[in-house]
């Protein structure tokens, strides 16, 4: 089974903390993301990544940076954190193929910035 | 933001009844999937219709797909306690990148 591994289920953080929040999978997958999920809003693309060391910006990345040295990790930073990156966040993974493909989502770290 | 949109955004029905969720995007698509989300964990995928399919099933599951409105649906028959979840839609654009779209998702509860 594949196997998408956040590194915390639930974080509290302090207003200007630097926050790392880790992603790790296990099926050697080109396409990692970060998604943050708020009530009424959705699944919103914060970062995404298609091989080591590249990136692209989604839908929100202020306030928010990425990091991918080896392919099986996808760290995402919060430079400053902020009250209103109080969220849940969601870390993903996909092949790379012709065609379609599934992806396949971590539990989940619910942050609480304070 | 190239986001779709679900209808209705909640929905709750007794057990045994089916349940209709749709799904409206914007862009051309290479596929559409519908993933669900049980309370507070992570997504977990449930079906995949290509942009030149028009329906697809998968046990109690069935999926339609209409490119010229944009738009699909997801059908769940004869629904279960369990089947209470979010339900979302994401679509691949044609263009993109590899990178899915969400909708708001549909919060489906199924009364005993």
């Known amino acids: 089974d594949v196997k998408v591994t956040q590194s915390s289920r639930y974080l509290v953080k302090r207003t200007g903390e630097k926050v790392f929040l880790e992603c790790v999978q296990d099926m050697d997958h080109e396409n990692m993301f970060w998604y943050r999920q708020d009530p009424g809003l959705g699944l919103r693309l914060i970062y995404f990544s298609y091989d080591v060391k590249m990136k692209e910006k989604g839908d929100i990345p202020e306030g928010y940076s990425v990091s991918r040295e080896k392919k099986e990790r996808f760290s995402l930073i919060l430079e400053s954190a902020s009250t209103n990156q109080t969220s849940m966040y969601l870390c993903?993974?996909?092949?790379?193929?012709?065609?379609?493909?599934?992806?396949?989502f971590g539990q989940g770290t619910r942050l609480t910035v304070v | 933001s190239q986001q779709g949109e679900e209808d209705p955004q909640a929905l709750s029905i007794q057990e045994g009844e089916n349940a209709t969720m749709n799904c409206s995007y914007k862009?051309?698509?290479?596929?559409l999937q519908w993933y669900r989300q049980n309370s507070g964990r992570g997504l977990v995928h449930l079906i995949l219709i290509r942009s030149n399919e028009r329906e697809k099933h998968s046990g109690r599951l069935r999926v339609t797909l209409d490119t010229s409105k944009k738009s699909s649906s997801l059908l769940i028959t004869a629904s279960r306690a369990a089947d209470t979840a979010s339900y979302f839609c994401a679509t691949d654009w044609l263009q993109g990148a590899q990178k899915l779209v969400f909708g708001q998702g549909t919060r489906l509860t199924i009364n005993p």
């Open positions: 862009t051309s698509i290479n596929n």
């Open positions: 993903a993974s996909r092949p790379y193929r012709q065609g379609a493909t599934e992806a396949f």
